[in-house]
């Protein structure tokens, strides 16, 4: 059962390890818990950062690169290298 409070893009499948690089890549919009289910190598950005995916991973990437006080293009950028 799905839940309903769940926007449609965080309930997307995650893709598979050999097609990586044919999912789109995070924008601002993404929230945490989608960027780290279509892109799990992410989760040490995350991590690292001090986003939490727990309480705060229904927040965009944009509200979460706020509240830690770094600039979103740095974190998508940071996003995009782990995912390279």
Same mark, same amino acid.
């Given at each position: 059962?799905?839940? +309903? #409070?769940?926007? %449609? ?5 995650? +893709?598979?390890? +050999? /097609? @990586?690089?044919?999912? @789109?890549? @995070?924008? =601002?919009?993404? /929230?945490?818990? #989608? /960027?780290?289910?279509? #892109? ?9 950062? =001090?986003?939490? %995916? ?10 979460? %690169?706020?509240?830690? =006080?770094? @600039? ?5 950028? /940071?996003? %995009? =290298?782990?995912?390279?």
């Amino acid at each position: 059962m799905t839940d +309903s #409070r769940l926007a %449609a893009s965080d309930r997307l499948t995650p +893709s598979t390890p +050999s /097609t @990586p690089r044919t999912q @789109p890549m @995070p924008d =601002g919009g993404w /929230t945490v818990n #989608r /960027t780290m289910l279509e #892109r799990p190598e992410t989760v040490r950005v995350f991590n690292a950062l =001090g986003i939490d %995916a727990c309480c705060g991973g229904m927040q965009t990437l944009a509200t979460a %690169a706020a509240d830690v =006080g770094v @600039p979103l293009a740095d974190l998508l950028a /940071t996003l %995009a =290298g782990a995912a390279a």
